[in-house]
């Protein structure tokens, strides 16, 4: 496989399943030398393939656990990305041999080309950073003290939004370059394991400056509640202005989590969000009043649009949703852990699109002749993109005339939330505004929370 085609696969993967990719920081990435790209691990194969799709570099040979070459359809992809297999002592203990591994890793670094690798060691979904390994620390270490070139090392931050859902949003940060150079490979002559762990540790906080984290889930879901109370209504937030705003609320919370102001703040605001998820609401739904005349008006208008827009979805819809609800079925079902769902139900649709693209396209061909056939097989993946869009809007339609409806049902128990949305708002900028870090600059103005009435 070439080059452009594994680049090609991996952004056409990525940019179909999600809606969004930001790229921060980009700049840090150098345009050529060796590189180690080293990023957290919260999204299983979807990490490496959204860092080899974007990162800008090429080749970028990634360690890989060995046991994915078990896979006989996986197998020659790696192999064509250039991954390179290694074995955990977890899983193999002392016979865990990497030596080959580690040569090859050498061989690539010093001859100017760039690996990939997740200090963490596995994939897994936590709300934090787990505790770094030291390969991605000794590989540079050792090629430093090799003499023969300095190695930079970049810190990867991998922010899902949701990192399950179809055509969610991601941001991918790339941190403040670390340079292994000859002061660093002295320390490493004179002390082997100190210097390791000093540079893995440079690295761990380098990843904490590039990635969301927070001490639990519960704290995290806190914290993006108090996120969406204290954006103002008119902006409209970048995943990375969403990242940077939930990551300064946890750095501030969890300085005066034990404040009994703070912890009677976070009682209030969890008790809203139980209420929201009763009458099954959302935030955003309270910010202005609906009027029954108002709420009509728009099930109209977004009935009429989806009746507009349903002939155009309907043939490709018929037939790529079983595909679909197939992939959805495996990620969900058959995933051992909650981080590889989004990499199962993409090997999923990978392989039953093709299947279902050539079997059309024989029958075609069979009915109507070749020609015919080509012109089939040709226009069924734009059919696949033209489906998600449409659809994708329909959903949204849908969802949003169900939701006007139940505000305007619910009457005073909307108005009650209401108020006490209002409030916990209030509370919030006051908090911010003694709290903040002053600097910082502020994501938002005064006059960006005077435009409207939050």
């Not at 700049?27 to 691990?41: M, T, Y």
Request: proline fraction near 5%; aromatic fraction near 10%.
């Amino acid at each position: 496989m070439s080059k452009h085609f594994i680049i090609w696969l991996f952004q056409t993967i990525t940019n179909t399943f999600f809606r969004r990719i930001d790229i921060v920081g980009a700049e840090n990435v150098p345009a050529e030398g060796p590189v180690i790209f080293a990023g957290n691990h919260p999204n299983a194969l979807m990490d490496g393939w959204l860092l080899t799709a974007q990162c800008g570099r090429w080749p970028l040979h990634f360690m890989a656990n060995a046991k994915l070459w078990k896979y006989k359809m996986l197998a020659p992809l790696l192999d064509a990305s250039g991954a390179v297999p290694v074995y955990s002592r977890e899983e193999h203990g002392d016979h865990a041999d990497n030596s080959k591994a580690f040569e090859k890793l050498y061989e690539v670094i010093e001859s100017g080309n760039c690996m990939g690798t997740f200090p963490e060691g596995i994939s897994h979904a936590e709300s934090q950073l787990t505790k770094l390994k030291t390969g991605a620390a000794r590989i540079a270490l050792a090629i430093a003290e090799r003499g023969n070139t300095d190695v930079t090392i970049i810190p990867c931050g991998l922010n899902y939004i949701h990192r399950h859902r179809f055509r969610s949003q991601v941001l991918l940060e790339f941190g403040t370059p670390i340079v292994v150079d000859k002061h660093w490979a002295a320390d490493y002559r004179n002390d082997d394991p100190g210097t390791v762990r000093k540079l893995t540790d440079h690295l761990a906080n380098a990843l904490l400056n590039v990635t969301l984290n927070a001490p639990d889930w519960n704290t995290l879901r806190f914290v993006q509640t108090v996120r969406r109370l204290y954006k103002p209504k008119t902006a409209d937030l970048t995943p990375g202005q969403y990242v940077e705003l939930n990551r300064r609320f946890v750095d501030t919370y969890v300085a005066v989590a034990d404040q009994p102001e703070m912890r009677a703040f976070r009682t209030d605001v969890e008790n809203y969000q139980a209420r929201l998820d009763m009458l099954g609401l959302k935030d955003y739904q309270l910010r202005s009043p609906v009027s029954l005349g108002h709420a009509f008006k728009k099930v109209l208008l977004r009935s009429l649009t989806m009746i507009a827009l349903l002939p155009l979805a309907i043939p490709g819809a018929l037939l790529h949703l079983p595909v679909g609800w197939i992939a959805a079925t495996v990620g969900e079902r058959f995933s051992y852990e909650m981080d590889d769902v989004a990499t199962l139900k993409v090997f999923a649709t990978i392989l039953l699109l093709p299947m279902l693209y050539v079997a059309i396209g024989i029958w075609v061909g069979m009915t109507f002749g070749f020609w015919w056939a080509l012109l089939t097989v040709t226009v069924l993946p734009v059919s696949f993109i033209a489906s998600v869009k449409l659809i994708e809007a329909e959903t949204s339609l849908l969802v949003s005339m169900f939701s006007v409806l139940r505000l305007v049902r619910l009457g005073s128990e909307v108005e009650d939330l209401r108020k006490t949305r209002t409030g916990l708002v209030e509370q919030i900028r006051v908090l911010v505004e003694r709290m903040a870090d002053p600097t910082k600059p502020r994501m938002f103005t005064k006059d960006d929370f005077s435009a409207t009435s939050d």
